[in-house]
């Protein structure tokens, strides 16, 4: 089984970020069922690390740790990256 | 019609200290709607100039109190906002806040188990919310929780764990105590690890029993923790995790 042991304490998860990706999306996405675009390793939403500390929030594959979302907040509104996400599933 | 995420003006009820560290605050919300355990709040301050700093905390109470909602929150020394929660916040006082958020780390009445709790520090308040709905629901769902603080000083809500504990039905409550053990301390007393959590899941059947694992606290103990019930043999998708960000 691949695991890899992503060493930084100043990630967390998704669930931390709930909010503004509420504010973004309109509803809740956490339980969404995602489908990382690199590696195909499909969970929650919410167990993707967050990276926050940045001038965006950057969210990273448990699997490969290759970004599936990332977004920035500008003064004409938020810019959302879903190139790394081959889907989003409601559940 | 899924009602938009709003801002709004929360008025500090009550402020409770937990520790020399963690403090309830209970807060009156207009705009109150019903929450899940281990959903939590944004809170956001603005500054004079307009800076504006957010942070999430979790919401302590179950959600039969209609209209109020009991935040946790820990001190830390450097931190933007807590610190103003602890020093400069007294009751009366108005929080900007939004919520309830997350539909991930949540575990309610009904959703089954067996239910392992894993917290460290104040990672134990999302935590105390599902033991408070289950036992508000009187779920039969078998539960235990285990929970890592540094001294005795530091265990939040450790009085009604204790009665929690020793109610029927109530949950396996264990505590390690990682820095310094009072004299005759019974717990553990080292950081969490394998045998540590197979000592606890016997009490919910074994691994076998296919548990739902809920970890909270600062991020590498929860890292540890998950690491060691993924070595154990459960599977990744029944861990579910909220790390805090680093330890002071």
Known sequence: MTRIVLDDPLMLDANAVAGELQEMMGVEVTTFLARCAHCGNRGELGTLRAWTHGPGVVLRCVICSEVVIRWVRRPDGARLDLRGAAFLQPR | MVEPLRWQIGTVTAIQPQTPRVSSFTLALPDWRPHRPGQHYDVRLTAADGYQAQRSYSIASAADRAGEVELGVERI?????????????????????????????????????????????????????????????????????????????????????????????????????????????????????????????????????????????????????????????????LIRTERFGPTT
């Open chain 2, 77 to 237: 020394a450097d931190g933007e906002v807590s610190p103003y929660f602890h020093e400069v916040l007294v009751e009366g006082d108005q929080v900007e806040l939004r919520g309830p958020i997350g539909g991930y780390f949540v575990w309610e009445p009904g959703m089954g188990g067996p239910l392992l709790l894993v917290g460290g520090g104040s990672g134990v308040v999302p935590l105390m919310a599902m033991l408070r709905a289950r036992r508000a629901a009187a779920d039969p769902t078998p539960a235990a929780l285990l929970y890592s603080s540094r001294q005795i000083d530091d265990v939040i809500y450790r009085e009604e764990l204790q009665r929690l504990a020793s109610e029927p039905n109530g949950p396996a409550v264990f505590h390690t105590l990682t820095r310094e053990q009072p004299s005759g301390w019974d717990g553990f007393a080292r950081r969490i690890d394998g045998p540590m959590l197979t000592e606890v899941l016997d009490r919910l059947g074994g691994i076998g029993s296919g548990p739902s694992a809920y970890i909270c606290g600062p991020t590498l103990l929860v890292e540890n923790a998950a690491a060691a019930l993924t070595d154990l043999g459960l599977a990744p998708a």
